[in-house]
């Protein structure tokens, strides 16, 4: 089992940044593709980011991609999603997830159904 701890939301406005963390206590990401995704009220759960943990490989969502960031800290053994140019539509309760590394060519999974693990979600909210 793989406990995933998401700090870092709060409230921002439009325009401005905030720094996502996620980590597991006492398990290593290694060997792991991590996801973040974010779910509004009334929307499906979404795809934003994700990372190979081990290698750093990275991929984005459409909107994401040129905006945020996503990164590692290999040995705090921590995940990241620095978000800048934030806009209202990006309030959402934003999600880590975990999945095993297949080490397969297209690694990443878009799909919320993919990931096994899951945080308790943090909340961001940004004013206009």
Excluded at 20 to 33: E, I, V
């Amino acid at each position: 089992q793989v406990q995933l701890i998401e700090s870092g939301g709060g409230l921002v406005q439009a325009g401005g940044s905030l720094r996502l963390s996620c980590t597991s206590p006492g398990r290593t990401f290694n060997n792991y593709a991590m996801g973040w995704f974010r779910q509004a009220p009334g929307n499906e759960r979404e795809f934003v980011a994700a990372i190979r943990f081990t290698v750093g490989h990275t991929y984005y969502a459409h909107f994401s991609r040129g905006r945020f960031t996503v990164s590692r800290d290999y040995f705090k053994n921590t995940v990241y999603l620095q978000m800048n140019s934030l806009k209202p539509e990006d309030t959402a309760v934003y999600y880590c997830a975990a999945e095993p590394d297949l080490s397969r060519p297209d690694w990443y999974d878009l799909s919320s159904l993919d990931y096994d693990y899951w945080g308790q979600g943090t909340q961001v909210t940004v004013s206009s």
